[in-house]
């Protein structure tokens, strides 16, 4: 025993494959020898001893709504009137795009002016297109917009864009202020940053329970939601960006006499533009992301065009209504970065001393053409709404195909479905559920200890501990197997897709813009394709999340092996290595660090992708948060959250402890 | 008769590093380079002194990372010197409070900037515009006012132009038209032509003095370029590792440099460059007939053509004193070919 402990902690060689064949015992006969010596507790957390953290969040959040007051105001009015900031736009641009403006309630309501009719809204984003960059943008988001309105997806399409607009501007405000703060006071920034870390690991589903709790379900509820999901990105590329304005530009702003506020809104603010475009572009990403999921708690749209569908099993019309989530974020995305290139690039305009009309004329023709529109909408229906016999619907040509892959190509699917469930995710399944929760946290700690000394150990320990103690082991072992065997995959597929980019300029094109379109895609959208192919199940969220995560690991292969010092393979061909020698003496070990911080994206990744695939029916602490989601239940909720958030925060020490190690070995550091 | 002093640095210091505040208190001795360097500190700018007087340009000269951006800076209230104090017109700009500073940089200061520090997102125009515009000075007034200094630096017609559709020699006359746009009287110009290609950097050379002989501002032009310092300066400061190693004219550095240091700068420097016919003449009345006549202050390489060209000697005039000496075409050749000459 002491030998054994002894290589634990001294031996490197040794210690993973002894740690690893310890726990493959224990995992196996683990079970019955806590029988025989009649310890249950060893690998059954006994529910006495389960902690009630759940019920006290549950009661503070009621205490919270039903009697905290702040003197001036009650938290309720407070969320009352957060509900009413946005609630009054949002109205608005859903009245504007889509449902007209009417006066008085319910059956008695009259319309007292139409929403923009679809010819209106299509030439705005020509306009914009062509405004922010040339005819060929106009075009392409001209061309998404008409995709909407022909195959019949404007009205659910006009819905989720307008929760576009009204998060968009106020995550990116908000953002933006808070960024400015972070820049400002050091003190706050020190506050504020393990803050944005955490979020950045809590699935989103977990606060947006207690969110429901707050603002009831409904759409301000969703788009609270999603504004907080969207901001923290926002928050710092705006301190990142200020921090990178020159120091040049910052010392005039000072020798011109600008006051703080003048600094920061007249010269730091507007130098960093290109980078607080970046955020900008990123909170629209988010947000088409964060409205979609959310539109199932009330918001309505694409998102729950999708998900209905999805549980029916009618994969036409879900995927058609998928297809228009991805070509509405490929317009955004395209229009955004246009607008972002535009702020670092424009010229001056030689038309300056024309008039109004002339130096305004996408302006113009838009007012003109939505003015032109609404009047010639109140004769002629179909300039208002496109007509309903004119639009093609794809729906039943998806179902056909994918009954006819179905028929053809079910024996091959499921061949491979089962082979890989067999010999792959089952065996991993059955050893990870069969670690006994005190073994884990002892080797969560061993672990920790081993790659950053007594106070990684305490971390991960002690929040693997505190997953035990909230009686969700069994389903953490779930969420680790499935992340698990979804990032393995990915990163076998991923890691030498990079390693090929890298030194291949073509390989690198083709890998490139398929991960470019990998990234713009909503992750709600992975769903579809997988689940019309291999149903519900583990394996279909297996494949979705290796979809959804395999970017990073491509990435930052290719990112490690490209900035391997030249020299150094140069070195390697000198001293006569062959290709394959070369991969794997030097490329490899060298890109290493950058490897390990891409596996950790992926990892993080492929948690928040977990809890959606839950959506369709996996197990799991996802299923936990969704659950607490149907029911309303905040304290499950936030503990399973955090759970989650806990076993991604382990992942990344451990691995970032690990990418530091290989750096030190290396002598890159 | 010497002008009125506008600024006034004494014993500035500017030390970095975490243990730079207490560093330099209860001391009775100045720290020497060994002790700062072995606290762990770096002295960017130690101990510096100097008087800047009303209408001259001072230059302050070293190579990279001799503290001359630090040093300006300072001067500036940009960064908070160590210790030290910085007189602006008798006051000290380092006890000054906020407001009062914001006062003075809206009215009195002005700085160019090596990389120019342009706004990007405002044209020509809005750029020189917005100093006045930092005051509050409504758009048509502020507007005006820029189209002139913009004028005055030759970009007349550029006015709708965004900084980054200019060559970088339009560019800094955009920075200097925005300097200039509130009349400073004291203007910094941190190696405000460094960036720029030579033959472009003479050509700005050139327009600097041309600005200056209508504007009499009072100018400190930091440079890394020993000729680019002598061609404008009136007076040079030297610095080297963080200390002012020598304050002089041109002409004095060049005859009695402080430091083998600085003397290595000057060598091959053209005498008939700096030398003065105040210092080349023969003192004192001049006997027999002269063929004109030149200022004191008049450099050799701008008379020698006529000096050489002439038998006769050039009486030298200087103001108000009348004729001090003569200069003759021998004194004039032996610079022309570098001989040395007896300091
Ligand atoms: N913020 C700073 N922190 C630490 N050292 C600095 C800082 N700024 C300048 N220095 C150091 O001070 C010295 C002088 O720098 P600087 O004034 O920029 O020189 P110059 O303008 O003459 O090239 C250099 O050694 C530089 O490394
Ligand atoms: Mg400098």
């Known amino acids: 025993m002491s030998r054994l402990i002894a290589i634990l902690t001294r031996e490197g060689r040794w210690f993973w494959p002894v740690l690893f064949a310890a726990t493959w015992l224990v995992s196996t006969y683990g079970r019955d020898a806590a029988r025989a010596l009649d310890a249950r507790w060893l690998v ?3 529910a006495a001893w389960r902690l009630p953290l759940k019920g006290e969040i549950s009661t503070a959040m009621d205490w919270l709504v039903e009697e905290a007051n702040f003197g001036l105001f009650t938290f309720r009015e407070l969320t009352r009137g957060i509900s009413w900031l946005i609630e009054i736009p949002y109205d608005f641009a859903r009245s504007a795009l889509i449902e007209g403006f009417e006066r008085g309630q319910g059956s008695n309501a009259v319309e ?46 006009m819905v989720t864009l307008a929760s576009v607009l009204i998060a968009v501007p106020i995550g990116a405000a908000g953002g933006l202020l808070l960024g400015i703060a972070a820049y400002r006071w050091p003190l706050f920034d020190r506050i504020l940053l393990p803050v944005l870390d955490l979020m950045q690991t809590v699935p989103v589903f977990a606060y947006l329970v207690p969110i429901l709790f707050l603002f009831g379900f409904n759409a301000v509820a969703a788009l609270v939601a999603t504004i907080i999901y969207a901001m923290p990105p926002m928050i710092r590329m705006t301190t990142l960006a200020l921090r990178t304005v020159p120091d040049e530009i910052r010392e005039f702003g000072v020798m011109t006499g600008c006051s703080r506020r003048q600094l920061i809104w007249k010269v730091l603010v507007p130098s960093a533009a290109p980078g607080l475009m970046v955020g900008v572009n990123q909170v629209i990403m988010l947000t088409l992301n964060m409205v979609i999921i959310a539109s199932m708690i009330g918001a309505g749209g694409l998102g729950y065009d999708v998900l209905t569908s999805l549980r029916r099993l009618d994969i036409g019309t879900a995927l058609e209504a998928g297809i228009a989530i991805v070509v509405m974020a490929i317009a955004l995305d395209r229009l955004s970065q246009a607008f972002a290139e535009r702020a670092r690039t424009e010229m001056h305009d030689p038309a300056l001393s024309a008039g109004w009309i002339r130096r305004h004329r996408w302006l113009s023709t838009v007012v003109a053409v939505a003015a032109a529109t609404t009047l010639a909408g109140l004769l002629v229906p179909a300039v208002q709404t496109y007509p309903e016999p004119m639009m093609i619907t794809t729906g039943p040509f998806w179902s056909d195909l994918v009954r006819y892959i179905n028929v053809n190509f079910f024996d091959q699917f499921e061949a491979f479905k089962t082979f890989l469930l067999w010999y792959f995710l089952l065996p991993v399944k059955r050893f990870l559920g069969g670690v006994p929760w005190t073994w884990g946290i002892g080797v969560m700690t061993l672990v920790g200890w081993r790659f950053g000394g007594w106070r990684l150990a305490l971390l991960t320990g002690g929040l693997s501990l505190f997953i035990a103690v909230n009686g969700l082991w069994p389903k953490a072992m779930i969420t680790v197997y499935l992340c698990g065997v979804s990032v393995v995959i990915a990163s076998a597929i991923g890691i030498p897709l990079g390693v090929l980019s890298a030194s291949n300029e073509r390989a690198n094109r083709i890998v490139g813009a398929f991960i470019d379109t990998l990234q713009t895609l909503p992750s709600f959208v992975y769903l579809i394709p997988v689940v019309m192919l291999f149903r519900v199940g583990d394996f279909a969220a ?33 001293s006569g290595c062959t290709r394959w020698q070369l991969l794997r003496r030097i490329k490899l070990p060298l890109a290493m660090p950058e490897i390990l911080l891409g596996l950790n994206q992926t990892i993080m990744l492929a948690l928040s992708m977990l809890v959606i695939t839950a959506l ?9 948060v969704y659950i607490a989601l149907t029911k309303a239940d905040s304290g499950r909720g936030i503990i399973a959250g955090l759970s989650v958030a806990f076993i991604a925060i382990i992942a990344d020490r451990i691995l970032s402890a690990s990418a530091r190690h290989a750096r030190a070995r290396l002598g890159l550091e | 008769m010497e002008k009125p002093v506008k600024l006034d640095c004494r014993n500035v210091w500017k030390l970095y590093g975490d243990a730079a505040d207490g560093f330099l208190d209860n001391r009775t001795s100045e720290p020497t380079a060994e002790e700062i360097h072995a606290a762990g500190l770096i002295g960017a700018v130690r101990n510096a002194n ?34 030290g104090e910085v007189l602006f017109e008798g006051r000290d700009l380092l006890r000054m409070a906020e407001k009062e500073l914001i006062e003075i940089r809206r009215k009195k200061m002005g700085m160019v900037f090596q990389h120019f520090a342009l706004l990007p997102h405002l044209t020509v125009l809005e750029n020189v515009a917005f100093p006045l515009e930092i005051q509050g000075i409504g758009r048509a007034e502020r507007e005006a006012r820029a189209r002139e200094v913009i004028e005055l630096v030759g970009l007349a017609g550029r006015e709708a132009y965004y900084p980054r559709e200019l060559s970088g020699g339009q560019q800094q006359r955009v920075g200097i038209a925005r300097s200039l746009a509130v009349g400073p009287e004291l203007w910094f110009l941190d190696e405000p032509f460094s960036a720029l290609d030579p033959l472009i950097r003479r050509e700005m050379q050139d327009e600097f003095l041309r600005l200056q002989a209508l504007l009499h501002k009072t100018i400190v032009f930091i440079t890394h370029d020993f000729d680019e310092a002598i061609r404008l300066a009136d007076r040079i400061a030297i610095m080297q590792d963080g200390v002012i190693i020598q304050v002089a004219t041109p002409e004095q550095l060049v005859l009695s440099p402080a430091s083998e240091y600085v003397a290595e700068f000057t060598r091959h420097i053209p005498r008939a460059k700096v030398l003065s016919a105040r210092t080349l003449m023969r003192a004192g009345p001049v006997d027999g007939a002269t063929a004109g006549e030149v200022a004191a202050s008049d450099r050799i390489e701008d008379i020698a053509a006529r000096v050489v060209a002439s038998e006769l000697p050039f009486g ?28």
């Open chain 2, 50 to 83: 100097v008087r800047i007087h009303d209408g001259e340009i001072f230059v302050i000269m070293g190579l990279s990372g001799s503290g001359k951006s630090t040093l300006v800076r300072c001067l500036a209230r940009l960064i908070e010197p160590t210790a």
């Open chain 2, 316 to 343: 030298v005039v200087d103001g108000a004193a009348g004729v001090i000496g003569s200069i003759g075409r021998q004194a004039v050749i032996e610079v022309l070919a570098g001989i040395q000459h007896r300091p």
């Open chain 1, 112 to 157: 007292i002016a139409p929403s923009l009719s679809w010819i209106a809204v299509i030439v705005a984003v020509v306009a914009m297109g062509h405004y922010a960059r040339n005819w060929r943008l106009a075009a392409l988001v001209g061309g998404c917009f008409a995709y909407l309105v022909i195959f019949g997806q404007w009205d659910s399409a």
């Open chain 1, 44 to 46: 059954k957390y006994p």
């Open chain 1, 616 to 624: 369709v029916g996996t197990r799991g602490l996802g299923q936990e």
């Open chain 1, 542 to 574: 297996m494949i979705a999340v290796v979809l959804y995560a395999l970017a990073p690991a491509v990435r930052y292969a290719a990112h490690g092996v490209r900035n391997i010092d030249p020299q150094m393979i140069e070195a390697g061909i000198v």
